[in-house]
């Protein structure tokens, strides 16, 4: 029997580790617990040292002294105090109300704000109970099958997983050994095609069931010129200007991919701010205006935090600052937007800086749990063990690909993002590098898949967010007076779904088009090493004098 356990510890182990995770104890907790546990029986066994916990301390100490982990506190600020800075709010109101006399319009509207919050928070509660307040009550007001709203705002809060600076690419890169500006740049791309899936759901949504998703009516339709048109000619005008100068301050750049696209965004804002506030002087100045109502009130609530996501994401991109420089500024720009809408409050500070805390403290004793588990599993030779078993699978890397997908997203049913890459990515990572596998690809990939853990029904936590914001009871619409039904636990679950099946579809798209990640690694050049010759040139030297011979 002593033989058999020292021969299997590892998988031992890791059944261990599962089974005291279903029973419901806390990720951290079980697996300091675990790996402790396991310790004192190799050592009793004979198969450890007695000083083989000496270590422990050290790896303790590299979690406290890991600079890449201090992104997440800031980014984690940064996102909290946008949340209460009002600026979801005024971005909702302003993209619904371009949207909105189209069929799916708020659907639309709901994805795109997802996608600008995603950029900006990082963080996925911030979003969805920001979107769940403030758009849920107006898609039901008028008409919107409720598990259609439920899912497009479960759905669009999640892609705060997937588009930088998402919280879980820091933490995936700081596992996997990798750069996490090159995670970020790789996963820029993947995260805006999401987006566009879940939009294109919308749209078939609206073709095939227009009564699901209806388009708001004339009358709630704000910003009006005063011949009663919408000025969206103005707004399209301004529009295309922009991207025009945008691609001539880049024109002869060498820059690519989500380098390209940020700066090129950054030149465009700036642009479209500049003609929005002339446009307003001379309004106060003159009463003359050459912008529209909706063009100017869409600049002015668009710029600021597409500079936000310039001065975080960009500033990485480009290299002139590190993710945790980047988070600092973003936290500093966060304060800022938040003054200047004169909604800074020293409790809104105490709050966010409250939360920040224990989000940090809860992801540091994850991290110190797993650090003790992974010294003893790797004491046992486990990751070997791991990495035989799946580099041994039929299929080469698309057998080992689809296999770990497989796993990631059954377990994302128990365990959240953050368990998840504390505890599967640094076994994962190894067995992937051996067959090749490039590991920012392979990190955006199981970041993609991962975020189903947001919507897997029943234990997402993004459908636990917008539970506790959707109403429960029966309640009268403080706008029409009508009373409304309450939305169901099964109408969120049920949004979900298609949601989901999205999702998965993307990691198919991810794993099929490789290269919407790898862009990270630049241009690669044309020109043959085997052909380069260098040629040293011959010198000739002066002869040396050394005078007369010495007798």
Known sequence: MTAFIIANMAPIMFVSLVVVLLLGYPAAFSLGAVGLFFAVIGVELGQFHPDFLQALPERVYGVM???????????????????????????????????????????????????????????????????????????????????VASGVIAASGTLAQIIPPSLVLIVMADQLGKSVGDMYEGAFIPGLVLAGLYA?????????????????????????????????????????????????????????GADYVVLSMFYGIVFAFAVAVVNWLIDKLTGFRFLSKMAQQTTFVMVPPLFLIFLVLGTIFIGIATPTEGGAMGAAGALLLGAAKRRLSWDLIRQATESTAKLS???????VGARVFSLTFYGVNGHVWVEHLLTSLPGGQVGFLIFVNALVFVLAFFLDFFE????????????????????????????????????????????????????????????????????????????AVPFVVIQIIMVGLVIAFPAMVMHYKGVQSNIDPNTIKIEVPQIELPPLDLGPPQK
């Open 65 to 147: 002294n890991n600079d890449t982990l201090l992104a997440i506190p800031f980014f984690t600020f940064m996102g909290l105090v946008l949340e209460r800075s009002g600026m979801a709010e005024d971005l909702l109101d302003t993209i619904g109300q371009l949207f909105g006399t189209i069929r799916g319009g708020l659907a639309y509207a709901v994805i795109f704000v997802g996608a600008l919050l995603a950029a900006t928070t990082g963080v996925v509660a911030a979003s969805v109970i920001s979107m769940g307040l403030i758009s849920l009550p107006i898609m039901l007001r008028y008409g919107y099958d409720r598990r």
């Open 200 to 256: 294109l759901y919308a749209f078939l949504v609206s073709m095939i069931f227009p009564k699901a998703a209806p388009g708001l009516p004339k009358e709630a339709i704000g910003f009006r010129e005063d011949d009663g048109g919408r000025g969206l000619v103005s707004l399209g005008m301004l529009f295309l200007a922009s991207c025009v100068f945008g691609w001539f301050m880049m024109r002869n750049s060498e820059t690519h």
């Open 361 to 367: 403290a809860f992801v540091v004793f994850i991290l």
């Open 420 to 495: 998840l890459a504390f505890i599967v990515i640094p076994l994962l990572g190894p067995a992937a590098e051996h067959l090749g596998i490039d590991l920012i690809w392979f990190g955006v990939i199981l970041g993609v898949n991962m975020q189903t853990s947001f919507m897997h029904p029943p234990f997402g936590f993004a459908l636990f967010y917008l539970r506790s914001v959707a109403p429960k009871e029966r309640y009268t619409d403080r706008l029409t007076g009508k009373r409304m039904d309450p939305v169901t636990t099964g109408q969120i679950y049920w949004g």
